[in-house]
Nanobody, 118 residues
Framework: QVQLVESGGRPVQAGASLRLSCIASGRAASLYVVGWFRQAPGKQREEVATVSSVGFANYTDSVKGRFTASRDNAKSTVYLEMNSLNAEDTAVYYC????????????WGQGTQVTVSS
C-alpha cells in the first residue's frame, strides 16, 4: 500500500498559478497510477488528471492546456502545476493512487484547499 500527503493549496487571485505536490510513500509506490481529483461544494468529485508510472499524463477537458501533471519518482512526489486559475477551479484537491490492473483508486490523501478569487 501507499500513503499520500498533498500540499500547496492556498488562496489566490484569478489568473494566478499554483503548484500542488503529493508525496507518495510505501513499497513499490512508483508502480502506481496517481490521479488528481477535486471536489467543490455542491458538486460531485471530479477527476482532473492522471499520471502513469512513467509520467504520461491525461487531463479532463476543462483543464487541458492550463494544468500539467508530472512525477519525480526519485523524490516520490507527484505534481500538479495549475495556470490561469479561475473561480471554477476552487475546490479541495486530492491525490489518489491505484495499482494496475486495478481501476479503482484505493489510497487517498487528506486534501488541500485551493480558493480562487475574482
Amino acid at each position: 500500500q501507499v500513503q499520500l500527503v498533498e500540499s500547496g493549496g492556498r488562496p489566490v487571485q484569478a489568473g494566478a498559478s499554483l503548484r500542488l505536490s503529493c508525496i507518495a510513500s510505501g513499497r513499490a509506490a512508483s508502480l502506481y497510477v496517481v490521479g488528481w481529483f477535486r471536489q467543490a461544494p455542491g458538486k460531485q468529485r471530479e477527476e482532473v488528471a492522471t499520471v502513469s508510472s512513467v509520467g504520461f499524463a491525461n487531463y479532463t477537458d476543462s483543464v487541458k492546456g492550463r494544468f500539467t501533471a508530472s512525477r519525480d519518482n526519485a523524490k516520490s512526489t507527484v505534481y500538479l502545476e495549475m495556470n490561469s486559475l479561475n473561480a471554477e477551479d476552487t475546490a479541495v484537491y486530492y491525490c489518489a493512487a491505484r495499482r494496475p490492473p486495478r481501476l479503482q483508486y484505493d489510497f487517498w490523501g487528506q486534501g488541500t484547499q485551493v480558493t480562487v478569487s475574482s
